[in-house]
């Protein structure tokens, strides 16, 4: 992957080759603009001042004024368009990452840290943006600046050229052994630098944690040892910048010493130099040291930013791990009756590492018939979640199959299984935005009239309408203006509003007390009455009226009923009954 990374960046520029070649045009107008003006100062000095001739110094002043300001010119349009690139590179590779993510499986999710999807999307794409700013601005000068500059001291002052030489040779011998220290230094310092950008992102997203458990010393402590890293690391490339520029300039002082006397003594003795020579051959040095110079600082940044162009392409390159089906098979979303078989389902997350993991679905058959309830219950861990976000091909099943209305649900295109099939997750994440565009989130039908039955449906109406605007004010990030039973029926009004065939509720009341619970499914079962409905519960009063319970132990279905069928035949349902309603209290449903 990493290999072919420039082919890559290639094909991010399709379309935009021309504008390429008119930065690589401007580059050598503007270095052969620079190169000459040495030529004309040579021809000024020797011709105009030493010869006494106004006319020749305003010649060749205009000259040299009109070619530095061609020069400056095309600096200037080669900028914009190196700003042009960088920045649709940089936004070609943010909204494809960000288009990239949505598109992935939970299964992918499960495995990135948020912290490590922010630092791809920020930092990274930041670093490969100053490279190629820089490539695309300094790196074609090095060999046209090089190579003309040699050319013309062969040819306009040969005497100088054996000097010429031995500077080449130690610009680049300190240039290499400074890139050879340097470079993996701006490597250390970029993993630093994402180190402290993981951590700091990390501590961000639960600063509540660590406050709750008084972990501010602790954290500080972490934060500071990387942050000190960082300065470490940060401090050792600054130096050797530092380094590098005061000996490249000792080298270059020491080449002006050895012009002035080469050619101060060829002035004097009258064999060959002029006064315009030596003065162009100082110039020569200046510009044969830039080359060098722009290499010093634009390979270190183009180094560092080559981790950061991998990781997002690794990103990129991460396939989805649920597909849609190559030939979808005839499904209409409209005419859902809404039959769902787990047919001997079992299943396994993969390991952090992305191979298979041990099962935590052993052999499920469930059949849901259309508008039928079903009730899921168990102890945590037990596998409620993951069996119901196999539905939505959240993630699909190891062995086995889903069908719905006898169409397996890996046949059906993932976009059209979740408008029908609706969830509402077990964190009830809300938006940043107002209740309304909450509510509405995942509507297709955005009139009011929806709005406002599935809020009162999911019994949120109620304190939505004492709030002073109503629909209209304000949801905070992460839902945190409102209480956790406020929140719940907020996410459950927002999968109503979806108006699903199939209606899954994980867990969706448990911080709502029973009586608000009881109304939520009242509402529920009359307006949704011929839907299928699964709701995920470890609180046995949310199923109990349910038309069908089961009870889940370890990933295996351990029995199956009707509340008073399961009190009769499953000890292990008689055991959860009597410890969270007790023997005597009659729950909702029981006779
Ligand atoms: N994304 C995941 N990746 C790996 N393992 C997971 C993942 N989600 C759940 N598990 C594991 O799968 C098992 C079942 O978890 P699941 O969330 O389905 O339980 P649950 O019955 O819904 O629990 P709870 O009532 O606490 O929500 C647990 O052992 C859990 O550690």
């Known amino acids: 992957m990493a290999a072919d990374w420039h082919r890559r960046i290639l094909t991010v520029w399709n379309g935009y080759r021309k504008w390429l070649v008119l930065s690589l045009v401007l580059t050598i107008a503007g270095a052969l603009c620079t190169l000459a003006i040495p030529l004309l100062s040579q021809a000024l000095i020797n011709q105009g001042i030493l010869g006494n001739n106004l006319g020749v110094v305003i010649h060749y002043g205009g000259y040299m004024l009109v070619l530095t300001m061609v020069a400056a010119g095309c600096q200037v349009a ?29 299964g992918n999710i499960d495995r990135m840290r948020p912290s490590d999807l922010l630092v791809r999307l920020t930092n990274d794409i930041q670093n490969v943006k100053i490279a190629i700013q820089q490539g695309i601005l300094n790196l074609p000068l090095v060999p046209v600046m090089l190579i003309i500059t040699i050319l013309l001291i062969a040819f306009y002052t040969p005497a100088l ?33 994402d180190a402290m950008n993981g951590r700091l992102q990390e501590n961000l997203a639960g600063v509540r944690v660590v406050k709750a458990f008084v972990r501010q010393r602790l954290e500080n402590d972490r934060f500071s040892r990387v942050a000190g890293e960082v300065r470490g690391s940060s401090l050792r490339a600054q130096t050797s910048i530092a380094i590098l520029i005061p000996t490249m300039l000792l080298v270059v002082n020491l080449g002006l010493a050895a012009i002035f006397f080469i050619g101060g003594t060829s002035v004097l003795s009258g064999t060959g130099f002029s006064i315009g020579e030596v003065i162009a051959s100082i110039q020569y040095l200046f510009l044969l040291i830039m080359p060098f110079m722009i290499l010093g600082t634009v390979l270190p940044a183009i180094s560092a930013s080559r981790p950061s162009f991998d990781r997002i392409y690794e990103l990129l390159d991460t396939k989805a791990e649920v597909n849609d089906p190559a030939k979808p098979a005839a499904f209409d979303p409209s005419s859902v009756k809404g039959r769902v078989v787990f047919d001997h389902v079992s299943f396994g997350y993969r390991t952090p590492e992305g191979t298979p993991g041990p099962l935590v679905l052993r052999d499920i058959s469930v059949v849901a018939e259309p508008g039928e309830t079903i009730g899921i219950l168990g102890a945590t861990g037990s596998g409620k979640s993951t069996l119901i976000h196999l539905l939505p ?3 699909d099943v190891t062995d086995g199959r889903i069908t719905l209305d006898g169409t397996d649900i890996r046949q059906i295109p993932q976009d059209t299984l979740r408008r029908t099939v609706a969830i509402c997750l077990q964190q009830p994440n809300l938006f940043f935005g107002t209740i309304r565009e ?25 304190f939505i309408t004492n709030i002073p605007r109503g629909y209209d004010d304000a949801v905070s990030r992460h839902g945190a203006n409102f209480s956790g039973g406020q929140r719940q029926r907020l996410a459950i009004a927002r999968t109503l509003a979806a108006k699903p065939k199939i209606l899954i509720l994980d867990d969706s009341t448990s911080a709502c007390d029973v009586a608000t619970e009881a109304r939520i499914q009242d509402r529920i079962n009359q307006r949704f009455a011929g839907v299928t409905k699964i709701l995920v519960a470890q609180r046995i009063s949310t199923v109990i009226a349910a038309d069908r319970i089961l009870l889940l132990d370890s990933g295996k279905i351990v029995a199956s009923g009707t509340h008073e069928e399961l009190l009769a035949i499953s000890p292990e349902y008689r055991e959860i009954y009597d410890s969270q309603l007790g023997r005597g209290i009659v729950g909702r449903g029981t006779s």
Request: charged share 20%.
């Open 393 to 395: 091909r959240f993630y």
């Open 438 to 462: 909450n509510i509405l989130f995942g509507a297709d039908d955005r009139s009011d009239a929806n709005m406002v039955a599935a809020a009162e449906d999911a019994d949120a109406a109620g």
């Open 161 to 193: 050229i054996g000097l010429m030489v031995v500077l080449l040779v130690v610009f680049t011998i300190l240039l290499t052994a400074y890139l050879r220290f340097v470079l993996p230094v701006f490597a250390v310092r970029q993993e630093k630098y």
């Open 78 to 106: 080669n900028t914009l368009i190196a700003v042009k690139f960088s920045e649709r590179t940089a936004n070609y590779l943010r909204t494809e990452s960000y288009r990239h993510i949505q598109e992935l499986s939970f």
